[in-house]
C-alpha cells in the first residue's frame, strides 16, 4: 500500500491527468518520469519474495557413509552385517531426512539389542543388509533421490531388493507424492497415457489396461516422468524393477504448473 500511495502522489505531482491541449513536455516533467520509473523499479525488486518464490541454488550430493554404532547383529537365523551410505548435500533437513528414515528401517544398527545365548553355528551364518541413497537429479526446486535397499542371504532364494525413490520440493521443505504433484482427477487419464506409450509392451506381456496401477513409486528425470514397479507386480521379464516413462509432453496437461520441472 505504501508503494501505491508513493507512486499516486508521484503522478499526482506532475499532473499527468490535465487535458492533453494544456499538456506542456518540459524538463521538470521528463525528470520527475524518470524519478517514478526508476523508484518503481527500486521498490518492485525490493519486494521480499515468498517461500515459494525463493531462489533454489543446485544442491551438491555427495556420498558419505552412514556411522553405525553396531555393525552386527545375530539371532537364531544368523548374523546380519549392516552397510549404510547416504548422502551429504549442505541441506541440513534433507540430510536428516535420509539419516532418520536409515535409522527407522533398521533400528538394530544403532541401538542395543538384547541377544539370547546363540549356537556357535549361528555366528558363521553372515547375512548383507545394505542401504544406498544417492541422488537423481534436480530441476529448479524439485529434486529426485532414490534408496536402494538389499538383503542378500545364503540362501540366494531369500534375497530381496527395492528401489524407492522420494521427491522433494526444496522450496517449501517437503517431499512431495503423487497425489500432490497431479491436478484433480487426472488419474485416469494418466494411466491411459501411460498404457497408450507402452502399449506394445505391455500387450507383449499380456498386461490389460484395466490391470495397470498408478504407481506411487516415481522420479522427474530429463525428458520424461518415470514410474517404476516391483518385479512381482509388473513382470516384464527384465532384471531389477520396471519402469515406465510418460513424456513431459503429454504429462504437462496432467501435472501442477508448480511441481512441473524447469528444463533446460
Request: aromatic letters at 12%; hydrophobic letters at 40%; one cysteine or more.
Amino acid at each position: 500500500m505504501i508503494f501505491f500511495g508513493l507512486i499516486w502522489r508521484m503522478i499526482r505531482n506532475i499532473n499527468l491527468f490535465q487535458p492533453v491541449r494544456n499538456f506542456n513536455v518540459t524538463p521538470k516533467i521528463i525528470l520527475n518520469v524518470t524519478a517514478l520509473t526508476l523508484t518503481a523499479m527500486f521498490l518492485w525488486g525490493c519486494q521480499p519474495k515468498s517461500k515459494q518464490d525463493k531462489e533454489i541454488e543446485q544442491v551438491h550430493a555427495k556420498g558419505s557413509n552412514v556411522a553405525l554404532k553396531y555393525s552386527q547383529s545375530c539371532d537364531l537365523d544368523g548374523c546380519t552385517e549392516y552397510h549404510f551410505k547416504t548422502v551429504k548435500t549442505g541441506v541440513s533437513w534433507l540430510d536428516d531426512y535420509f539419516l532418520q528414515r536409515i535409522k527407522r528401517s533398521e533400528p538394530n544398527a544403532f541401538t542395543q539389542s538384547v541377544q539370547m545365548n546363540l549356537p556357535a553355528q549361528v555366528n558363521k551364518i553372515i547375512h548383507q543388509r545394505s542401504i544406498v541413497v544417492a541422488s537423481v537429479g534436480q530441476w529448479g526446486k524439485l529434486a529426485s533421490f532414490s534408496i536402494e535397499t538389499r538383503y542378500d542371504t545364503q540362501n540366494k532364494r531369500k534375497n530381496m531388493y527395492f528401489k524407492e525413490y522420494v521427491n522433494f520440493d526444496l522450496a517449501q521443505e517437503k517431499r512431495i507424492s503423487i497425489e500432490d504433484i497431479l491436478k484433480p482427477n487426472q488419474e485416469k487419464k494418466l494411466l491411459a497415457m501411460l498404457y497408450k506409450t507402452h502399449r506394445d509392451l505391455l500387450k507383449k506381456h499380456q498386461i490389460k489396461a484395466e490391470n495397470l496401477r498408478l504407481s506411487d513409486n516415481f522420479y522427474y528425470q530429463k525428458q520424461a516422468i518415470v514410474f517404476v514397479y516391483p518385479i512381482e507386480e509388473l513382470n516384464l521379464k527384465q532384471k531389477g524393477m520396471a519402469e515406465l516413462e510418460l513424456p513431459y509432453r503429454d504429462a504437462k496437461a496432467l501435472i501442477k504448473a508448480q511441481y512441473f520441472p524447469t528444463l533446460p
